[in-house]
């Protein structure tokens, strides 16, 4: 007799197989859980109530073109039993579920560490809501609304354009607590929004959506809806229009929200709009629109390639591919497709591993440094451990397992040498250049400012003249300060006088010493002032030649204080600074050979020498060019002081005798030094790397 089936499962018709084969969709309400049925799997279901093997293979024999035999129908069997699908009704069944409850339980360590990354909250039953609703939600779905919204967004787009420089800043002007609380708010909006997109389009297509609720992704709260009942609708459109109802929902919002920009005032509204309108769907696509994890993107997929469970099999097909490339396994395919479906298949496992591979190194620094020293160590090991390590150990737990069938063929012979190849460019040291951030400039340079607000009298020497040291490169007048000197220059000298006749005179001498004081401050704030009129008539501080200048210099022109003037540099050649990290430090001498290649096409690159290398690494760096804010190699946090701060240690290499056709450069220059070193591999230089971040570390 044949086990009998639960009576609360359901049966729904699937989408053909790729063959033309119809599909059936069996449900389990207990699970909320959807299995793909074939052909043949069907037809034997179909025939259960016989309650005979023999009787079923022989009628699906005779009433089908299928030939089924007793493997089929165990397989059917194990199928039901593995996945709790058969009825319990004796003490043999209990005893298989209890095992199976046993197996599937998990001890409060390891339930913590698989759900502490990702788990749900389910919050609200929106069945009854979605019902009243969806006549209020009709014209959503009518293909007139979204030309409207498409119309819109080139005329939100049109109107942007008009004041673009306005719209791209509109952001930056909110940094208040009311601007916050808009962009949150419009923030939360446009999730909402997603969500009830999948909610109302799995509705219309008679799909029950159970819960929507709170998930909690590396303890971030991100909304989810409940679609799985859309594994029982027949077609693949359907399937996936649910799936991207969410983000199209978000882009019809980003579309109106782009319209509203234009007419909004200033204020934290116009502020979240901008962020519905930009942020949002970029967001929404970049995040939800990857196939690489179990997003919205991935389910597209899925769908429209018509693969369940698309990742499990993409993985296991690429693992059986590996093996056979990697020791020639002869094992047959977990599944078989046409080739270039299999060779898609192998790809994207390939690529999602990668990507997968970047993401969680991402997540597990990213729970490091967001907890403190102690728990973030250990949530580190964690995350590298259960991602990264434990798929890799399993893998060669089988390859070891199946040892007995590795022999020396012509895969594990590419696969040796392709080790061999790698392992000997990975440990052996054929390396000796060091390459880091540099800026080169002239040797001898020097900016001349304004040193107070004033008007220009003279023209200026032009850029590129020749300037002797202390000639006149540009006459300035100040007013102001014109007459800031002539005011203490009276109060000097009338306080010189009262100090002449303080012995002859009664009220004078009960100032005693103070008045001297005063006359002194006095005499030295008229030298001062002095000083600064002398130089409104700007010199060069040497010999050299004029390498920039404000071109709004001519007479009559009103320039700012501290505004820059001329670049003076002289004729002594070029010098250059190089920033190298701690791992290269032990590998430069001083001495070596450096060269120094510029940003942008065009440029030359000059042959310097190391002359000094600091064994001290820079607190905050001076060389803007350099910046990563300022679009440079070294990444900076600003401090408090507004000091560009490195967020690793980096140490200044000083190089001359720089010798090139970059000669007295007008500014610096940005670019690459290529310094000479010591011979070391690309292992060593990581494992110092490594080392020197575990020491950087280790401080509690």
Same mark, same amino acid.
Request: charged share 20%.
């Given at each position: 007799?044949?086990?009998?089936?639960?009576?609360?499962?359901?049966?729904?018709?699937?989408?053909?197989?790729?063959?033309?084969?119809?599909?059936?969709?069996?449900?389990?309400?207990?699970?909320?859980?959807?299995?793909?049925?074939?052909?043949?799997?069907?037809?034997?279901?179909?025939?259960?109530?016989?309650?005979?093997?023999?009787?079923?293979?022989?009628?699906?024999?005779?009433?089908?073109? *299928?030939?089924?035999?007793?493997?089929?129908?165990?397989?059917?069997?194990?199928?039901?039993?593995?996945?709790?699908?058969?009825?319990?009704?004796?003490?043999?069944?209990?005893?298989?579920?209890?095992?199976?409850?046993?197996?599937?339980?998990?001890?409060?360590?390891?339930?913590?560490?698989?759900?502490?990354?990702?788990?749900?909250?389910?919050?609200?039953?929106?069945?009854?809501?979605?019902?009243?609703?969806?006549?209020?939600?009709?014209?959503?779905?009518?293909?007139?609304?979204?030309?409207?919204?498409?119309?819109?967004?080139?005329?939100?787009?049109? *109107?942007?354009?008009?004041?673009?420089?306005?719209?791209?800043?509109?952001?930056?002007?909110?940094?208040?607590?009311?601007?916050?609380?808009?962009?949150?708010?419009?923030?939360?909006?446009?999730?909402?929004?997603?969500?009830? +997109?999948?909610?109302?389009?799995?509705?219309?297509?008679?799909?029950?959506?159970?819960?929507?609720?709170?998930?909690?992704?590396?303890?971030?709260?991100?909304?989810?809806?409940?679609?799985?009942?859309?594994?029982?609708?027949?077609?693949?459109?359907?399937?996936?229009?649910?799936?991207?109802?969410?983000?199209?929902?978000?882009?019809?919002?980003?579309?109106?929200?782009?319209?509203?920009?234009?007419?909004?005032?200033?204020?934290?509204?116009?502020? /979240?709009?901008?962020?519905?309108?930009?942020?949002?769907?970029?967001?929404?696509? /970049?995040?939800?629109?990857?196939?690489?994890?179990?997003?919205?993107? !991935?389910?597209?997929?899925?769908?429209?390639?018509?693969?369940?469970?698309?990742?499990?099999?993409?993985?296991?097909?690429?693992?059986?591919?590996?093996?056979?490339?990697?020791?020639?396994?002869?094992?047959?395919?977990?599944?078989?497709?046409?080739?270039?479906?299999?060779?898609? *298949?192998?790809?994207?496992?390939?690529?999602?591993?990668?990507?997968?591979?970047?993401?969680?190194?991402?997540?597990?620094?990213?729970?490091?440094?967001?907890?403190?020293?102690? *728990?973030?160590?250990?949530?580190?090991?964690?995350?590298?451990?259960?991602?990264?390590?434990?798929?890799?150990?399993?893998?060669?737990?089988?390859?070891?397992?199946?040892?007995?069938?590795?022999?020396?063929?012509?895969?594990?012979?590419?696969?040796?040498?392709?080790?061999?190849?790698?392992?000997?460019?990975?440990?052996?040291?054929?390396?000796?250049?060091?390459?880091?951030?540099?800026?080169?400039?002239?040797?001898?340079?020097?900016?001349?400012?304004?040193?107070?607000?004033?008007?220009?009298?003279?023209?200026?020497?032009?850029?590129?003249?020749?300037?002797?040291? +202390?000639?006149?490169?540009?006459?300035?007048?100040?007013?102001?300060?014109?007459?800031?000197?002539?005011?203490?220059?009276?109060?000097?000298?009338?306080?010189?006088?009262?100090?002449?006749?303080?012995?002859?005179?009664?009220?004078?001498?009960?100032?005693?010493?103070?008045?001297?004081?005063?006359?002194?401050?006095?005499?030295?704030?008229?030298?001062?002032?002095?000083?600064?009129?002398?130089?409104?008539?700007?010199?060069?501080?040497?010999?050299?030649?004029?390498?920039?200048?404000?071109?709004?210099?001519?007479?009559?022109?009103?320039?700012?204080?501290?505004?820059?003037?001329?670049?003076?540099?002289?004729?002594?050649?070029?010098?250059?600074?190089?920033?190298?990290?701690?791992?290269?430090?032990?590998?430069?001498?001083?001495?070596?050979?450096?060269?120094?290649?510029?940003?942008?096409? /065009?440029?030359?690159?000059?042959?310097?020498?190391?002359?000094?290398?600091?064994?001290?690494?820079?607190?905050?760096?001076?060389?803007?060019?350099?910046?990563?804010?300022?679009?440079?190699?070294?990444?900076?946090?600003?401090?408090?002081?507004?000091?560009?701060?490195?967020?690793?240690?980096? !140490?200044?290499?000083?190089?001359? /005798?720089?010798?090139?056709?970059?000669?007295?450069?007008?500014?610096?220059?940005?670019?690459?030094?290529?310094?000479?070193?010591?011979?070391?591999?690309?292992?060593?230089? !990581?494992?110092?790397?490594?080392?020197?971040?575990?020491?950087?570390?280790?401080?509690?």
């Amino acid at each position: 007799m044949l086990p009998a089936l639960r009576q609360d499962l359901s049966l729904h018709s699937g989408p053909d197989e790729q063959d033309g084969s119809p599909t059936w969709t069996l449900h389990d309400p207990a699970a909320n859980r959807f299995y793909r049925l074939g052909w043949s799997a069907f037809e034997i279901l179909s025939r259960w109530p016989l309650d005979d093997p023999q009787a079923i293979l022989n009628a699906v024999s005779r009433e089908t073109t *299928l030939r089924v035999d007793g493997q089929d129908l165990m397989a059917v069997i194990e199928f039901l039993s593995a996945y709790n699908l058969l009825d319990a009704i004796g003490p043999a069944d209990t005893q298989r579920l209890t095992r199976a409850m046993g197996a599937a339980k998990l001890t409060h360590a390891k339930w913590l560490l698989k759900n502490y990354l990702f788990f749900r909250m389910p919050l609200v039953r929106p069945g009854a809501f979605l019902d009243r609703c969806a006549p209020y939600v009709k014209w959503a779905f009518d293909p007139r609304f979204w030309v409207a919204i498409v119309c819109t967004a080139l005329f939100g787009l049109y *109107l942007a354009s008009r004041q673009w420089d306005q719209f791209l800043h509109t952001f930056s002007a909110y940094g208040s607590l009311a601007g916050f609380l808009g962009i949150g708010v419009a923030l939360s909006f446009a999730k909402v929004l997603h969500e009830m +997109g999948h909610a109302f389009t799995a509705q219309r297509f008679g799909c029950r959506v159970p819960t929507m609720g709170v998930a909690f992704l590396v303890m971030l709260p991100v909304l989810y809806t409940d679609t799985n009942d859309a594994w029982k609708l027949p077609t693949k459109r359907q399937r996936l229009t649910i799936v991207a109802a969410g983000m199209l929902s978000e882009l019809a919002l980003a579309a109106l929200a782009t319209v509203a920009w234009s007419f909004l005032p200033d204020g934290p509204l116009r502020a /979240g709009v901008f962020l519905l309108a930009t942020s949002t769907w970029i967001v929404t696509l /970049g995040i939800n629109a990857s196939p690489f994890m179990r997003f919205d993107g !991935y389910f597209l997929l899925s769908d429209w390639l018509d693969m369940p469970n698309l990742h499990s099999r993409a993985f296991a097909l690429a693992r059986w591919w590996m093996r056979r490339h990697l020791f020639g396994w002869e094992d047959a395919p977990p599944e078989l497709f046409p080739a270039a479906r299999q060779r898609f *298949l192998i790809a994207f496992a390939l690529i999602t591993w990668i990507y997968r591979l970047v993401v969680f190194l991402g997540i597990a620094f990213l729970v490091y440094h967001i907890s403190f020293k102690l *728990l973030g160590i250990f949530l580190l090991m964690v995350e590298l451990g259960w991602f990264i390590a434990m798929p890799i150990v399993n893998e060669l737990k089988l390859w070891w397992k199946n040892r007995a069938l590795m022999q020396w063929n012509r895969a594990t012979r590419r696969s040796a040498a392709i080790v061999a190849v790698l392992l000997a460019f990975v440990l052996l040291p054929w390396r000796s250049e060091v390459r880091a951030p540099a800026v080169l400039g002239a040797a001898q340079a020097q900016g001349l400012y304004a040193v107070a607000a004033a008007r220009v009298v003279s023209a200026p020497l032009p850029v590129g003249s020749e300037v002797a040291a +202390g000639q006149v490169l540009v006459q300035l007048e100040s007013l102001d300060l014109r007459f800031r000197l002539d005011q203490e220059q009276t109060r000097e000298r009338l306080l010189h006088w009262e100090l002449e006749q303080q012995p002859f005179n009664e009220d004078l001498q009960k100032q005693g010493g103070a008045l001297r004081e005063r006359w002194v401050e006095a005499a030295a704030s008229v030298k001062g002032l002095q000083e600064q009129v002398e130089q409104l008539i700007v010199r060069a501080p040497f010999a050299g030649r004029i390498a920039d200048a404000d071109e709004s210099m001519v007479p009559g022109a009103w320039l700012a204080q501290k505004e820059k003037l001329f670049e003076v540099v002289g004729p002594r050649g070029s010098k250059a600074e190089a920033f190298v990290g701690e791992d290269a430090l032990p590998q430069l001498q001083v001495g070596s050979h450096a060269t120094f290649v510029a940003d942008g096409a /065009g440029m030359r690159s000059a042959e310097c020498r190391v002359e000094t290398i600091d064994r001290v690494n820079i607190t905050s760096l001076d060389s803007l060019y350099l910046a990563s804010t300022f679009g440079g190699a070294i990444p900076v946090q600003k401090d408090k002081q507004g000091a560009l701060v490195p967020t690793e240690a980096w !140490y200044r290499v000083h190089l001359d /005798g720089c010798d090139s056709a970059i000669v007295n450069p007008a500014r610096e220059l940005r670019g690459v030094m290529h310094l000479k070193g010591d011979w070391n591999s690309i292992a060593g230089s !990581y494992l110092r790397r490594a080392i020197a971040a575990v020491q950087r570390e280790m401080g509690f």
